[in-house]
């Protein structure tokens, strides 16, 4: 099984609904993150979490949430999706330190039409 | 000026030549860079992380680190066409030990 996993691989969804992107690993780390990731522009941090009662915005967090519901899952919502939230979404995890640096999860095509 | 800062490339090398990849990024006290491979549709895999100045060597992959020009870069040396992907620098610095991702170089091999 994969350290870090993310569900769905792929997801096409309309404008205005909901959606959650789910992560979880078996890492054992505190630390985990959640990065979108569009041609030309690289990753983008769009919300942290240093632990399960410690969660931070990063740089592009309009129009997200998240929930860290346990050590090992980390989840994101889109609230009312829009077309420009198409992107490749990735989850990915550190340890305290970060000196090793960030495993990833295999990643989640979104697309909204 | 953006943190951290990648030419997109496309980067193109014959097979069995060095791969050079550049990266220069904008805050001083970063402490911790690191080397992402990422083939298409797939997602970044840990290559090379380097902390202090001077090389790194893994294999074929050298990391190299000046903090006084505020640079670092990744040499790949006997490229191999299985080499061909993108190539993200990351550089971890600030009180939350914040991680910067470059947009990424694309390396293709030719054989």
């Known amino acids: 099984d994969a350290d870090v996993t993310q569900t769905p691989r792929n997801r096409i969804t309309k404008t205005g609904k909901r959606i959650m992107l789910e992560c979880s690993q078996t890492?054992?780390?505190?630390?985990m993150y959640w990065y979108r990731q569009d041609p030309g522009l690289g990753l983008r941090l769009i919300y942290y979490?240093?632990?399960?009662?410690?969660?931070n915005k990063g740089e592009i967090s309009d129009g997200y949430s998240v929930s860290r519901q346990a050590q090992a899952k980390f989840s994101l919502s889109l609230e009312s999706a829009i077309p420009n939230q198409t992107a490749l979404y990735f989850c990915?995890?550190?340890?305290?330190?970060?000196?090793?640096?960030?495993?990833f999860g295999s990643g989640t095509r979104l697309t909204v039409v | 000026q953006k943190e951290v800062e990648q030419n997109s490339g496309p980067l193109s090398v014959p097979e069995g030549a060095i791969a050079s990849l550049n990266c220069t990024y904008s805050?001083?006290?970063?402490?911790?860079f690191f080397w992402y491979r990422q083939y298409s549709g797939k997602s970044p895999e840990l290559i090379m992380s380097?902390?202090?100045?001077g090389d790194k060597e893994d294999g074929r992959f050298t990391a190299q680190l000046n903090k006084a020009s505020q640079y670092v870069s990744l040499l790949i040396r006997d490229s191999q066409p299985s080499d061909s992907a993108t190539y993200l620098c990351?550089?971890?610095?600030?009180?939350?030990?914040?991680?910067?991702f470059g947009i990424g170089t694309k390396l293709q091999v030719i054989p």
């Open positions: 990915a995890t550190s340890d305290l330190q970060g000196n090793y640096g960030y495993t």
């Open positions: 890492k054992g780390h505190d630390r």
């Open positions: 979490s240093f632990d399960v009662k410690d969660i």
């Open positions: 805050d001083r006290g970063s402490q911790s």
């Open positions: 380097i902390y202090s100045n």
């Open positions: 990351a550089v971890k610095s600030g009180g939350y030990q914040k991680v910067t």
